[in-house]
């Protein structure tokens, strides 16, 4: 390769980069006016989101200070009346029982709690953008570069400044979670509504639907498979989120999850991350019976 | 309420993005081709003139890409048109806003489609009622509204069923009821029985001539079979590449129909069951002879009548039973086979 440098101008054998001055100057100018953002308008971001800690503590607290037994029953009843599948009703009560008697159970509460309500909000947050994108192709053309840059970049980096605004706590945590976690929300409403069938979509026009009604009609009932496919992603990249959550103050099984990293403490290690993905499976196999029974109509009876 | 007609005026359809544009150069007689290779436009529909008679069905018919889609699409201005005019009670429906438009489609049109089209997640009743929903009928009405053309189109007993659960005749009965349900004037129906088996297109047909003995709605039908249109038609439109070759009654296309293209169609068909006695008929010179055939008796029936009765002759007689004119049995059957000139024009 010498050798080839040797005839060509340096210009083109070692990269011309900006010089290393300009850079740090550059550097320096983006820190310190983010920073003196983070001053002027921290106190003002903190307020507007304080609903949701509240929200987040009040289900916290919810979730950690009922009887166990009272808990229990809900989840059972929950994951049976949304699947009505026996099987997946027994694994959950035993997998949670497991997960009591190896004194996991507060934890597991707290992060049931996180997932709650990320889940819920990358939903009220998802579904709408997702109908806005489908409904127009420039709105899809902005929205998709955002959410590969949100699926791609290491979710480190984006921690950076949601710290420097929020500082260490549950709401910086729920607001990474809800970065990584929303994306396949939006994706998958949008493809949902745009794979609707056109000549149902044509029939509703000839009878005159308005946008609102065709929404409601048909586009919404016949993308809610798809949609269903997107809620369960959401709740599974939550869970995966909240081990990393934990390292900026969300307490939890993560928490546990990273200490057992910094002390190299296998058991507590597998144990807690055995109980993340008991609960994973629990809500992938409830979201996906549902949504299968919702889709009960689907089935062919006459070829 | 009465129904009215349905006036289509100087329609021209370009696709494409600069549609406008092109219109002056194919009323000058740029051809389809043309307009496709060098401009990148596609000619849908050009100088549509049609009017389509109040209460009785108009059948367009043609083959696949012959735009007769396309048209039906403008009547309830599912397709923007380029140029034209679509008149309804005196109001062009192309220049309706969009407010206008949705209040027309709720009210004045309903339409069954070839794919059926229904709401897979709805029941029979729930898609049955859909164009009420849409409208702000009550629940209860639209229900009971429902439910009687659920019975009339024989479905009676499959209200809870799911579209997926029937087979494609009994979804067409769907879609037929949900149009009906809606008590439009226009009965627009896009190939709604292409999908079927020979069996149950006739069955349907059969179910919507004798519903529109009754309802003498504005029907527009769409077709590529020529059996179909003229059993359904009281007025027939034949269109090709976008352009209408022929219109009139099915006895005025199937004696002289206007060119080699549609002579090749027309060969086929069963002309016993297309052709009336009174078109043959001579005048009547002396006494009224043989057996009496009512005006609107095809050659088919009165062949068989003449044959049962055992007479060669008959006379025609209106409804009153006046005589008209006479006929033998070797005019019936002359009338009743392709004509040679016929032969040859499509064997050219």
């Given at each position: 390769?010498?050798?080839?440098?040797?005839?060509?101008?340096?210009?083109?054998?070692?990269?011309?980069?900006?010089?290393?001055?300009?850079?740090?100057?550059?550097?320096?100018?983006?820190?310190?006016?983010?920073?003196?953002?983070?001053?002027?308008?921290?106190?003002?971001?903190?307020?507007?989101?304080?609903?949701?800690?509240?929200?987040?503590?009040?289900?916290?607290?919810?979730?950690?200070?009922?009887?166990?037994?009272?808990?229990?029953?809900?989840?059972?009843?929950?994951?049976?009346?949304?699947?009505?599948?026996?099987?997946?009703?027994?694994?959950?009560?035993?997998?949670?029982?497991?997960?009591?008697?190896?004194?996991?159970?507060?934890?597991?509460?707290?992060?049931?709690?996180?997932?709650?309500?990320?889940?819920?909000?990358?939903?009220?947050?998802?579904?709408?953008?997702?109908?806005?994108?489908?409904?127009?192709?420039?709105?899809?053309?902005?929205?998709?570069?955002?959410?590969?840059?949100?699926?791609?970049?290491?979710?480190?980096?984006?921690?950076?400044?949601?710290?420097?605004?929020?500082?260490?706590?549950?709401?910086?945590?729920?607001?990474?979670?809800?970065?990584?976690?929303?994306?396949?929300?939006?994706?998958?409403?949008?493809?949902?509504?745009?794979?609707?069938?056109?000549?149902?979509?044509?029939?509703?026009?000839?009878?005159?639907?308005?946008?609102?009604?065709?929404?409601?009609?048909?586009?919404?009932?016949?993308?809610?498979?798809?949609?269903?496919?997107?809620?369960?992603?959401?709740?599974?990249?939550?869970?995966?989120?909240?081990?990393?959550?934990?390292?900026?103050?969300?307490?939890?099984?993560?928490?546990?999850?990273?200490?057992?990293?910094?002390?190299?403490?296998?058991?507590?290690?597998?144990?807690?991350?055995?109980?993340?993905?008991?609960?994973?499976?629990?809500?992938?196999?409830?979201?996906?019976?549902?949504?299968?029974?919702?889709?009960?109509?689907?089935?062919?009876?006459h070829g | 309420?009465?129904?009215?007609?349905?006036?289509?005026?100087?329609?021209?359809?370009?696709?494409?993005?600069?549609?406008?544009?092109?219109?002056?150069?194919?009323?000058?007689?740029?051809?389809?081709?043309?307009?496709?290779?060098?401009?990148?436009?596609?000619?849908?529909?050009?100088?549509?003139?049609?009017?389509?008679?109040?209460?009785?069905?108009?059948?367009?018919?043609?083959?696949?890409?012959?735009?007769?889609?396309?048209?039906?699409?403008?009547?309830?201005?599912?397709?923007?048109?380029?140029?034209?005019?679509?008149?309804?009670?005196?109001?062009?429906?192309?220049?309706?806003?969009?407010?206008?438009?949705?209040?027309?489609?709720?009210?004045?049109?309903?339409?069954?489609?070839q794919?059926f089209?229904?709401?897979?997640?709805?029941?029979?009743?729930?898609?049955?009622?859909?164009?009420?929903?849409?409208?702000?009928?009550?629940?209860?009405?639209?229900?009971?509204?429902?439910?009687?053309?659920?019975?009339?189109?024989?479905?009676?007993?499959?209200?809870?069923?799911?579209?997926?659960?029937l087979s494609g005749g009994m979804q067409q009965r769907?879609?037929?009821?949900?149009?009906?349900?809606?008590?439009?004037?226009?009965?627009?129906?896009?190939e709604a029985y292409s999908a079927l088996d020979p069996l149950i297109r006739v069955d349907m047909q059969t179910?919507?001539?004798?519903?529109?003995?009754?309802?003498?709605?504005?029907?527009?039908?769409?077709?590529?079979d020529?059996d179909e249109?003229?059993?359904?038609?009281?007025?027939?439109?034949?269109?090709?590449?976008?352009?209408?070759?022929?219109?009139?009654?099915?006895?005025?296309?199937?004696?002289?129909?206007?060119?080699?293209?549609?002579?090749?169609?027309?060969?086929?068909?069963?002309?016993?069951?297309?052709?009336?006695?009174?078109?043959?008929?001579?005048?009547?010179?002396?006494?009224?002879?043989?057996?009496?055939?009512?005006?609107?008796?095809?050659?088919?029936?009165?062949?068989?009548?003449?044959?049962?009765?055992?007479?060669?002759?008959?006379?025609?007689?209106?409804?009153?039973?006046?005589?008209?004119?006479?006929?033998?049995?070797?005019?019936?059957?002359?009338?009743?086979?392709?004509?040679?000139?016929?032969?040859?024009?499509?064997?050219?």
């Amino acid at each position: 390769m010498a050798s080839i440098c040797s005839v060509l101008p340096a210009m083109l054998c070692k990269f011309p980069a900006i010089d290393e001055s300009t850079i740090r100057l550059a550097r320096k100018a983006v820190d310190d006016s983010f920073k003196g953002f983070v001053r002027s308008y921290g106190n003002a971001i903190d307020t507007v989101v304080q609903p949701l800690q509240w929200f987040l503590n009040y289900l916290e607290s919810l979730f950690v200070s009922s009887p166990w037994i009272v808990i229990l029953a809900l989840m059972v009843a929950v994951v049976y009346f949304g699947s009505r599948n026996i099987a997946i009703t027994i694994g959950t009560a035993l997998s949670m029982i497991t997960i009591g008697l190896v004194g996991l159970w507060n934890d597991t509460m707290v992060t049931l709690a996180m997932v709650t309500v990320c889940t819920l909000i990358s939903i009220l947050i998802g579904i709408p953008i997702g109908i806005l994108m489908a409904r127009s192709d420039r709105v899809q053309a902005f929205v998709n570069p955002v959410l590969d840059v949100m699926q791609t970049m290491p979710s480190f980096v984006y921690l950076i400044p949601v710290v420097m605004i929020f500082g260490i706590g549950k709401v910086p945590g729920l607001i990474a979670v809800v970065i990584y976690a929303v994306p396949p929300m939006i994706r998958l409403t949008n493809l949902g509504i745009r794979l609707v069938d056109k000549e149902v979509l044509e029939a509703a026009d000839a009878f005159g639907s308005s946008t609102w009604q065709k929404l409601k009609n048909v586009q919404m009932p016949l993308a809610l498979p798809t949609i269903m496919a997107g809620i369960n992603q959401t709740i599974m990249m939550s869970l995966a989120m909240v081990v990393v959550a934990s390292m900026i103050g969300v307490g939890g099984l993560g928490k546990n999850v990273l200490q057992a990293i910094a002390n190299q403490f296998f058991t507590v290690g597998f144990l807690n991350g055995f109980a993340l993905v008991g609960i994973a499976i629990i809500f992938d196999r409830t979201s996906q019976a549902f949504g299968k029974r919702l889709q009960k109509h689907s089935e062919v009876i006459h070829g | 309420m009465a129904s009215h007609a349905i006036e289509v005026k100087n329609l021209y359809k370009i696709f494409g993005p600069n549609g406008r544009d092109f219109v002056d150069a194919v009323k000058k007689g740029m051809g389809k081709a043309e307009l496709n290779e060098t401009h990148g436009h596609v000619l849908g529909l050009q100088d549509i003139n049609i009017s389509m008679p109040a209460g009785g069905v108009m059948v367009v018919m043609g083959l696949s890409g012959s735009g007769k889609s396309t048209l039906i699409r403008h009547i309830n201005r599912l397709i923007d048109p380029t140029a034209g005019e679509v008149l309804y009670d005196g109001v062009d429906v192309c220049k309706m806003n969009d407010n206008d438009l949705r209040e027309f489609r709720r009210h004045k049109t309903a339409m069954v489609f070839q794919k059926f089209a229904l709401l897979p997640h709805r029941t029979v009743l729930d898609n049955t009622v859909y164009g009420l929903e849409i409208q702000g009928v009550e629940r209860k009405e639209s229900e009971k509204r429902a439910r009687g053309w659920i019975e009339r189109v024989g479905l009676k007993g499959f209200e809870n069923h799911y579209p997926n659960q029937l087979s494609g005749g009994m979804q067409q009965r769907v879609g037929l009821a949900r149009a009906l349900t809606n008590d439009a004037d226009i009965l627009l129906m896009d190939e709604a029985y292409s999908a079927l088996d020979p069996l149950i297109r006739v069955d349907m047909q059969t179910v919507l001539l004798d519903l529109q003995k009754e309802l003498k709605k504005t029907v527009v039908f769409i077709t590529h079979d020529l059996d179909e249109a003229l059993r359904l038609g009281d007025k027939i439109a034949i269109l090709r590449d976008g352009r209408v070759v022929q219109q009139g009654t099915g006895q005025e296309i199937v004696l002289s129909p206007a060119d080699d293209y549609i002579t090749a169609f027309v060969k086929e068909v069963n002309r016993g069951r297309v052709i009336n006695v009174e078109t043959i008929m001579r005048p009547l010179s002396g006494n009224a002879e043989g057996v009496p055939l009512v005006t609107g008796t095809v050659l088919e029936s009165a062949a068989r009548t003449m044959t049962a009765a055992r007479v060669a002759t008959a006379h025609v007689v209106d409804v009153n039973g006046r005589p008209l004119g006479a006929l033998d049995l070797s005019t019936v059957i002359a009338a009743m086979v392709t004509p040679v000139s016929h032969e040859d024009r499509a064997a050219a």
